[in-house]
């Protein structure tokens, strides 16, 4: 395993692998509540024929000291600042849930930069022309839990660990915040194609609400329903990692920025 820092030398980025020269590069941005260790076996599967790079967002693990973001815009802005733009290897962008709406922010600031992700991978959410009213951000700690236990994307030993609980809900109270809070950025559509995933029997988007991303790019546009609730990517590993190898192998070099 290489160093964890090396991507970039940021307290944003990990990377737990080598990649070959000139692989193309995968960007992976956790769910609310997730970390850059969800990734490490995509990471381990996907290596070395791409350089998979995975975010850690402030609040956890190793950032457990510093405050977690606000927003959505905001941890946006902090992987946009600590990405290095100084080859042509083209990037890829992979989100889940509260990921997926980093991801997209993200390639809004890399597109304005003259630098497009040379593909978006949006996961486990609804495209963000659907706006609902939630407050599972302003409910006490039991009904936090409850909503957290309920999408199955927590490891239930945390529950049980009154210490990891109290490191926790403050972390996973703050990004329901940002995700319950977010309204996108206003702006032209993106150029990106977009890869769009979800799990058929998720209870926090439909397929036709996971189809509503079309309406955010102007570019190709991909939609692939898999058995499964809102982790349905952990059951279906396998048949994700087919489907970004497969994308990935379009690419041509030179397609994006660098990470």
Not at 138 to 162: A, H, P, W
Request: negative net charge; hydrophobic residues 40%.
């Amino acid at each position: 395993m290489v160093d964890l820092y090396s991507a970039g030398h940021s307290s944003w980025l990990r990377r737990f692998h080598e990649s070959k020269p000139a692989a193309p590069r995968l960007l992976c941005l956790p769910h609310g509540g997730g970390s850059a260790s969800f990734y490490f076996s995509v990471s381990k599967a996907l290596s070395p024929a791409v350089d998979v790079r995975a975010v850690q967002y402030p609040g956890r693990q190793d950032r457990c000291e510093e405050t977690p973001a606000e927003s959505i815009q905001e941890l946006a802005q902090g992987v946009f600042d600590a990405l290095d733009e100084r080859d042509g290897t083209p990037l890829a962008l992979f989100g889940h849930s509260m990921g997926a709406m980093v991801g997209f922010e993200l390639a809004r600031l890399l597109e304005a930069a003259g630098r497009p992700p040379a593909v978006l991978f949006l996961s486990g959410r609804r495209g963000p022309s659907i706006q609902r009213a939630e407050n599972v951000h302003q409910s006490g700690d039991e009904r936090l839990i409850e909503e957290v236990t309920r999408l199955d994307g927590t490891n239930s030993v945390v529950f049980r660990d009154e210490e990891l609980l109290r490191a926790i809900l403050p972390v996973l109270r703050a990004d329901y915040r940002a995700a319950e809070t977010y309204r996108p950025t206003r702006g032209p559509r993106l150029r990106s194609p977009f890869v769009v995933l979800t799990g058929d029997a998720d209870p926090c988007v439909t397929v036709d609400e996971a189809r509503t991303w079309s309406q955010e790019t102007d570019g190709p546009f991909e939609l692939h329903a898999y058995p499964g609730a809102h982790f349905y990517l952990v059951a279906q590993q396998q048949a994700v990692l087919d489907r970004i190898e497969v994308t990935l192998r379009r690419l041509g070099p030179g397609g994006g920025a660098a990470a």
